[in-house]
């Protein structure tokens, strides 16, 4: 069993930043592999980035490349959302999420366990 507790998010203006944190507890989250969705309102929840259980690959949505990096360190157990040059259409509830899979990390049925999600609002 795994529990996480996202934090971080908050207001800021468009092309701001905010770090997203995610803390894990449970054992064996180097086990897990990660990944950050948002789901903005009347929308479904979408893929923004992941990472492998050793941290050494990544994945991101195109709609964030560049912009957001994902990062873990798994002695802190902790999952981590860098997002900067932020966009109104950034808007959203950001969710992390665990999975003890491999493949299919941009897909939510994957994953195991979800938090409760923390709100990001980017203004214009």
């Known amino acids: 069993q795994v529990q996480l507790v996202e934090s971080g998010g908050g207001l800021v203006q468009a092309g701001g930043s905010l770090r997203l944190s995610c803390a894990a507890s449970?054992?064996?989250?180097?086990?897990?592999?990660m990944g950050w969705f948002r789901q903005a309102p009347g929308k479904e929840r979408e893929f923004v980035a992941a990472?492998?259980?050793?941290?050494?690959?990544?994945y991101s949505a195109d709609s964030v490349k560049g912009r957001f990096t994902i990062s873990r360190d798994n002695a802190k157990n902790t999952v981590y959302l860098q997002m900067n040059s932020l966009k109104p259409e950034d808007t959203a509830v950001y969710y992390c999420?665990?999975?003890?899979?491999?493949?299919?990390?941009?897909?939510?049925?994957?994953?195991?366990?979800w938090g409760q999600g923390t709100q990001v609002t980017v203004s214009s």
């Open positions: 449970g054992r064996s989250f180097s086990s897990y592999a």
């Open positions: 999420a665990a999975t003890i899979n491999i493949d299919y990390l941009k897909i939510p049925v994957t994953y195991d366990y």
């Open positions: 990472i492998s259980w050793s941290g050494g690959n990544t």
